[in-house]
């Protein structure tokens, strides 16, 4: 049984690892593209777009926004780190174990200048059911700023850091195992992509941290998705 438990705890780190070399040789075999039009570049650099050669439009319907589902198996308690920049458009996000049509959204949206994270449901080609998400922070978001998220998902708490600060902290059960996506309304780059298991010493077993929900002036603050 040891054995057992040593092999598959070395599959899942070994998934965490490869979700991190991300190139073009393997591409394939990491992700599968489930809507819009997905590439990485030789640096690791991952961009999505739901925007055609057709329109100037600068975004799309909720419906059309371009998704990436990994296909490696994540570890129960991991975290998640990237350097995204929404280049044309208005939205950014990393979907956290993902489980068949449930995920955990991290969300930089540019219209209200937030970050937020929240339960999505999604049942291609239908788009999440319009849930309100659970934590939202303000943040100066602009086309073309790069941002410096990093997730940490431990005993089902996500915690996000943006540029080094702390931002939102939140519990979803649903939090664990499934799969890394990343969605993209406009054009999105998605850099320095890296995902690593927490052991029982960067998340110990039964911690769970305050809930808390902070603006960059350190006012509380909550709202609904407008999806």
Known sequence: ??????????????????????????????????????????????????????????????TEMAALRGRVTLP????????????????????????DTLFTRVVLYSI??????????????????????????????????PFHLDATVCNKQVTVWVDGKPMLRNTDESLGYGTLGLRANGEVDFRNLKVTPLDDIACPKGYAGKEFIKDQEGAPRRALWPF
């Open 112 to 145: 209200d200048h937030t970050l937020s994270t929240g339960r999505g449901w999604m049942k291609l080609p239908e788009v999440d059911k319009g849930r309100p998400m659970h934590a939202v922070a303000a943040i100066n978001m602009k086309e073309g700023t």
């Open 76 to 99: 129960a308690d991991y975290r998640v780190q990237a350097t995204i920049t929404v280049n044309r458009g208005v939205l950014g996000e990393l979907m956290l174990s993902w489980h």
């Open 1 to 62: 049984m040891t054995a057992l438990l040593a092999i598959a705890a070395g599959a899942l780190l070994a998934g965490c690892a490869s979700y991190s070399d991300s190139r073009p040789d393997n591409f394939a075999s990491l992700w599968k593209i489930e809507r819009g039009q997905w590439r990485v570049l030789e640096d690791g650099t991952i961009t999505g777009s739901c925007l055609t050669g057709k329109t100037r439009a600068s975004s799309c319907s909720g």
